[in-house]
């Protein structure tokens, strides 16, 4: 089994910094793109920032120079760290990655189960 906990969301109050991990566990044969989703209330999911194996990054507009996306392969954990907190910044984020498991022969794409990220004064 796979699994992808994140941690590292909260409250914070505009203008403010927050990182969040997202760690890979379990029978992992390779990691391959990761990435941040959020969703808001009553909004569709939509990608935050993604980066491949070998660092290559993208982010939405409304993120861009103020989240940073960051991976430690030997730790198969992902980061966003996120600067200058925007009240519409709010959601629940997601984290994503293509792993393909020791049983599998192509990669899957898994879930972490949300963190909850607020940003108010």
């Known amino acids: 089994q796979v699994q992808l906990v994140e941690s590292g969301g909260g409250l914070v109050q505009p203008g403010g910094s927050l990182r969040l991990s997202c760690a890979a566990s379990g029978s992992i044969f390779r990691i391959y793109g990761m990435g941040w989703y959020r969703q808001a209330p009553g909004k569709q999911r939509e990608l935050v920032a993604v980066?491949?194996?070998?660092?290559?990054?993208n982010y939405a507009d409304s993120v861009k120079d103020r989240f940073t996306i960051s991976r430690d392969n030997a730790k198969k954990t992902v980061y966003l760290q996120m600067n200058s907190l925007k009240p519409e910044d709010t959601a629940v984020y997601y984290c994503?990655?293509?792993?393909?498991?020791?049983?599998?022969?192509?990669?899957?794409?898994?879930w972490g189960q949300g963190t909850q990220v607020t940003v108010s004064s």
């Open positions: 980066i491949t194996s070998g660092g290559s990054t």
């Open positions: 994503n990655a293509d792993i393909r498991s020791v049983a599998a022969s192509v990669p899957v794409g898994y």
